[in-house]
C-alpha cells in the first residue's frame, strides 16, 4: 500500500515525516507531494497533484493523507480525476476545511496573508469556490486538533478548535468518521495519536 501526503499552508513535505517514518516501520510506502502558495494559484498545484494521483492508481492500492490546505487540495484533485481512475482505500484530512475558514476571512485583506498563502488563501476564505470542491466518494476520516484558545477573545468562541480551524469548519455529512486530538494546528502531521489514528484505519481495511 502507497501514502501520499500533502502539507499545509506555509509548510513543507518535512512537516510530515513523523507520521511518514511510522507508516514506513508498519511497512508502508510513502511519497510526499510538495508546493508553494506563494507562487502558484489552487488550480495549478490541484492540476500538479492530480497528475501524481493518476500516477498512483495506475500502480496498486494508495492512500492520501491532506494536512489543512493539502486535503483541500486533495479533495479538489480527487473531483478531477479521469473516469475509471482507481480510488484511494482511504482519505485522511488532517484539520482540514470543508467549508470557508474563520481565520482566512479574517485574514485575507492582509498583506502578509496574501503574500503567503496567494490564491489558495482567498479560496479558503470563499464561500463559492469552498462549496464548489464539495464531498468525495472515498472512505474519509477526518481528524481534529483541539488544543485551541478558547473564550470571548477567540475567534472561534468556545467552539472545539485546534488554533487555526474550528470542529464545525472540519464537519460535512458525507464524513462519518471524525477522532479528537488533543493536540494544535501545526503539530497535528508531527502527533503519534495521529499516526496511530491512520495505522489503525489502514489495518482495518487491509
Known amino acids: 500500500m502507497h ?11 518535512i512537516s510530515g515525516m513523523p507520521i511518514l517514518f511510522r507508516l514506513i516501520a ?26 501524481r494521483i493518476i500516477q498512483m492508481a495506475s500502480q496498486g492500492d494508495y492512500v492520501l493523507v491532506g494536512h489543512s490546505l493539502g486535503g483541500v487540495l486533495l479533495r479538489s484533485a480527487l473531483q478531477e480525476l479521469p473516469h475509471g481512475t482507481n480510488p484511494p482505500k482511504h482519505l485522511f484530512l ?20 496574501r503574500a503567503i498563502t496567494g490564491d489558495c488563501g482567498q479560496l ?6 469552498m462549496k464548489a470542491i464539495g464531498p468525495v466518494n472515498v472512505q474519509t476520516t477526518s481528524i481534529l486538533g483541539t488544543r485551541g484558545f478558547y473564550g ?6 468556545f467552539e472545539l478548535n485546534d488554533g487555526v480551524v474550528s470542529e464545525s469548519e472540519l464537519q460535512a455529512d458525507w464524513i462519518t468518521d471524525v477522532v479528537h486530538v488533543s493536540v ?12 496511530d489514528i491512520i495505522l489503525d484505519r489502514m489495518a482495518a481495511r487491509a
Do not use: C, M, W
Open 184 to 195: 494544535i494546528h501545526p503539530l497535528i502531521p508531527a502527533s503519534s495519536r495521529v499516526a
Open 3 to 13: 501514502v501520499l501526503f500533502v502539507h499545509g499552508v506555509g509548510r513543507t513535505p
Open 152 to 157: 470571548e477573545h477567540s475567534p472561534f468562541g
Open 124 to 129: 479558503l476564505a470563499s464561500s463559492p469556490r
Open 94 to 113: 488532517l484539520g482540514s476545511p470543508v467549508r470557508p475558514a474563520i481565520l482566512a476571512k479574517k485574514l485575507r485583506k492582509l498583506f502578509i496573508y
Open 26 to 51: 508498519n511497512g508502508y510506502a510513502v511519497s510526499v507531494f510538495g508546493y508553494s502558495t506563494a507562487f502558484n494559484d489552487f488550480d495549478v498545484i490541484r492540476n500538479r497533484l492530480r497528475v
